[in-house]
């Protein structure tokens, strides 16, 4: 029989380890303000997408424009698709399958992919931040999620973990 006291003991526990590729893949977005990654997981901890915040695909992300205020078709808002809505499109598998998943995003969703979220089917939503709760975009999307029976909540970090990866 093995000894199991010299197993690790400082392993990522699940949230910590999908909310890492949300994260992870938040750093494939060009975007030069706020990069946003997202992770879906079934109800049996296997990935089943992520998403990241860009430009379409075929939009040239030279020509795109990264700004925040302005004329609104000289800023990203009309233009870049969100983490959570990439991570939904990207999902090549059943639909019937994103039903009951999580999602894991490190800001919380604007209302636009909250419906996504709720047609999806996927039922909890695991964020790091909510920079913009005062919002209207996330009240609604809150007031959203309650009236659907979609839960979210803030990732539980016991301890600030900062995770290094060398390539």
Known sequence: MSDKSKARKDYL???????AIARLSAMRSKDPNTQVGACIVS?????????YNGAPNGF???????????KPLETKQLYVVH?????????RGSRKDLEGSKIYVDLFPCNECAKEII???IKEVIYLRDDKA??????AS?????ACNVKYKPINLTNSKKI????
């Open 142 to 146: 809150k007031r959203l999620f309650d």
């Open 119 to 121: 047609q999806s089917g």
């Open 60 to 70: 040239n992300d030279d020509i795109f424009p990264w700004d925040r205020e302005g």
């Open 164 to 167: 290094v990866i060398e390539l």
């Open 43 to 51: 109800n049996d901890n296997r990935i089943l997408s992520i998403g």
């Open 134 to 139: 005062k919002t209207d975009e996330v009240i």
């Open 13 to 19: 526990n699940w949230d910590e380890y999908f909310m």
């Open 83 to 91: 983490a959570e809505r990439n991570a939904i499109l990207n999902y």
